[in-house]
């Protein structure tokens, strides 16, 4: 008879990882979310080798205490929420307490704090199993972690990773979409010691520029509704910048980077009449809802979501664009069919 036992603790992690850290760009978005939520005004990312030797993100939040540097790594600990009524109207990027957990299981992490108001910093190392001693080590503000060699502990997992370059790209999306959500926050990126990225804090359509390029912004209409309960706002280009993929579309619903077939479905039928039917839509829109009427807790990765009302948010996103392009969408048809 196959008997049942319990899996150790640091095997439940690597499992959790394998839905939450499947590339380094996934564990680099776990940790700008990190940051996001401890009230950062300003982040740096260094990596080496697209993220596989290292992600190191350093921001100037809150901090972690130093009793409190050992929960951080431990899995299903958060201080973001502790109850089902928090869970449901969840407004941090982050909840669920596992993404350190699950990258300490297959990576070497150094996490380094120092909270708000203290004088003192604390680090804290693991590198697949237990987390060492907390130790005081230097740090001028808020907090620094960096993760090498991921997957060093799971070589099933590392055979997966692409080249260096390819991993680059995926982090560099994930920071990308990060910094369009956040352009009250200064970002900074280094790659292989090189500095590739620095966006300091600026506005909406600034940010917008600064990451997709100018030409976004030159082809775009602004977008701005607001109705009980709902609202977005953005930037959607004229059909001149259509794509014939869908690489240029960026819908972030509280905050969040999402996928989303629904808001994506409202947005093709709301460009349907000016725009080749082979063409993908271009824009980056910031749908606020009130986060009890939005489920974030669909998959581990969190860039799936539901509503509790989906067919008044499809209208509401239709009408918004339709709105928008109304009267614009003439000045540039010739190169729908590019
Ligand atoms: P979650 O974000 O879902 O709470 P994580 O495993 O990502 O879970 O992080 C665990 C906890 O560690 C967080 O709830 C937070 O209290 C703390 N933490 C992680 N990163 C940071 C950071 N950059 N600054 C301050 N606190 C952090
Ligand atoms: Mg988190």
Known sequence: MPTIHPLPDILISQIAAGEVVERP?????????????????EIRVNLELGGTQLIRVADNGVGIEEAQLNLALARHATSKISSLEDLECVASLGFRGEALASIASIARVRLASRAHGSELA????????????????????????????????????????????????????????????????????????????LWREQDMAERISAVLGADFNQAAVNVAETTAGLSVHGMSALPAYSRASRDAQYMFVNGRFVRDKLLAHALKQAYHDILHHDRHPAYCLFLTLDPALVDVNVHPAKTEVRF?????????????????????AGQAPAATVQ
């Open 122 to 197: 604390y680090q804290i190392q693991a590198d697949g199993a237990s987390p060492s001693e907390v130790q005081p080590t230097a740090l001028t503000t808020g907090t620094t972690i960096e993760v090498r060699d991921l997957f060093f502990n799971t070589p099933a997992r590392r055979k997966f990773l692409k080249s260096a370059a390819t991993e680059y790209a995926h982090c560099n999306d994930v920071f990308q979409r990060i910094a369009l959500a956040r352009p009250d926050v200064s970002f900074s990126l280094h790659h292989n010691d090189r500095a590739v990225q």
């Open 308 to 328: 509790r009302d989906s067919r008044a948010v499809h209208q509401f996103i239709y009408h918004a664009i339709n709105k928008s392009l109304a009267g614009r």
């Open 25 to 41: 760009a996934a564990a680099l978005k776990e940790l700008l979310e990190n940051s996001l939520d401890a009230g950062a005004t």
